[in-house]
Structure formats: structure tokens, C-alpha cells
């Protein structure tokens, strides 16, 4: 289980602009896909699957895939995005699949789960150390100005992540919703059940 902090659907919507360029976005962009045409080529959205599939995947919970990840991304990009973000969003899809091939010979669609989750550990440990920085030195630890080897792949976990947990799926399997402002519960004790609050009443 991933650890989040609380949430609202006004800063969601602020972090998702942020992470594909533009200023704002509104509360439709987190609706469920239209059927409209898919910006994303069938190879590229089938890649797209994948690795939200591997980064998110059904266990005792539905994973990105039972969510829609891939679609509610795709049309993100389509309708949202902005071009130098579609690019590095692009970019970083085909980093990984370079990686699967040259680790295993194969396209990442065409690799096990086993075999894409052990491509993708890599790729992820490789992809978000942090840069040097431009003088030489070595950045430090926790540094918040740091940045990562490869942003487009950090930007693209992020989306994946997060359009995960504000799907409807997500929301109801793997977080706890309280409406504020709700019963004060000192102490709670915490278990391997336990799951992180959804705060949506300032939507």
C-alpha cells in the first residue's frame, strides 16, 4: 500500500495540472473516458498498459488497469496535455520498453508480469536517482532541488499513481472515506488493513 497523505479533489486537480503543463484543469478531466479516438497508437497504448499495469497491479485489490488508468491518461494527454508533455510522457514510455529490450530481448508488452516487473524495478531505481548537478558536486540527500535522471518517467508513475487513486476503483478499494468534519478517532491503531483517508469534502 502506498502511503499518501490526505486528499481533496481541488489539490488533485492542481497536482495533475501541474504535471502536464498546464494552469488548471476542471473536475471533467477526472470523469470516466469518453469514446472519443485514443491519442496514444495501439503499440504505444498497449506499452502504456503495461507499465501502469506493473506499477499498479490487481492483487487483493483491483489494480490500474480494472481503474482505467491507461484510457483516463491517454485522454488526459489528448485534451489536456501540453505538447512538450505529451513528448516526455512519449519519451519515457519508450525508455522503458529500450530497457525491456535490452535486458531481455523483448518489447516490455511481450514480457511476463514477473519479467516486467523486474525490468521496470530497475528502470524505476535508475530513472529517479537524482542528477548531478550542473558545478559537479553530488546532490544530498533528500535535497527538494534535486532533480531526476529522468523527469518524463517520474512525471508518468506520478500520473499513473494518481489518476489511480482518484478513480472511483481506486477510491473505494484502497482508501477510507471521512467526511469532514467527522468523528474524532484518537489513537487509531494501525494494521495491514488499514487505509489512507480521502478527504473530497472541499470539492
Known amino acids: 500500500m502506498i502511503d499518501l497523505p490526505a486528499l481533496d479533489r481541488r489539490s488533485m486537480l492542481a497536482g495533475l495540472g501541474a504535471l502536464l503543463g498546464v494552469a488548471a484543469l476542471p473536475p471533467a478531466a477526472l470523469a470516466a473516458p469518453a469514446n472519443a479516438a485514443r491519442f496514444l497508437p495501439p503499440a504505444r497504448f498497449a506499452l502504456l498498459s503495461g507499465v501502469a499495469d506493473t506499477i499498479l497491479p490487481t492483487t487483493d485489490t483491483p489494480g490500474a488497469l480494472v481503474a482505467e488508468v491507461p484510457a483516463r491518461l491517454d485522454a488526459m494527454l489528448r485534451d489536456w496535455a501540453a ?45 529517479l536517482r537524482a542528477a548531478p548537478r550542473a558545478d559537479g558536486s553530488k546532490p544530498k540527500l533528500f535535497d527538494p532541488d534535486s532533480v531526476p535522471i529522468d523527469p518524463g518517467y517520474k512525471r508518468l ?47
Open 83 to 127: 505538447p512538450a508533455t505529451r513528448d516526455e510522457i512519449i519519451a519515457a514510455l519508450d525508455r522503458i520498453d529500450t530497457a525491456a529490450r535490452t535486458a531481455k530481448g523483448r518489447s516490455f508488452v511481450a514480457l511476463s508480469p514477473e519479467e516486467r516487473a523486474e525490468v521496470l524495478r530497475a528502470h524505476d531505481a535508475a530513472a
Open 157 to 203: 508513475k506520478a500520473l499513473v499513481v494518481n489518476l489511480y487513486y482518484y478513480s472511483s476503483t481506486g477510491s473505494e478499494h484502497e482508501l477510507r472515506y471521512e467526511h469532514v468534519p467527522g468523528p474524532f478517532e484518537p489513537s487509531i491503531k494501525l494494521t495491514p488493513e488499514s487505509r489512507p483517508y480521502l478527504d473530497i469534502a472541499r470539492s
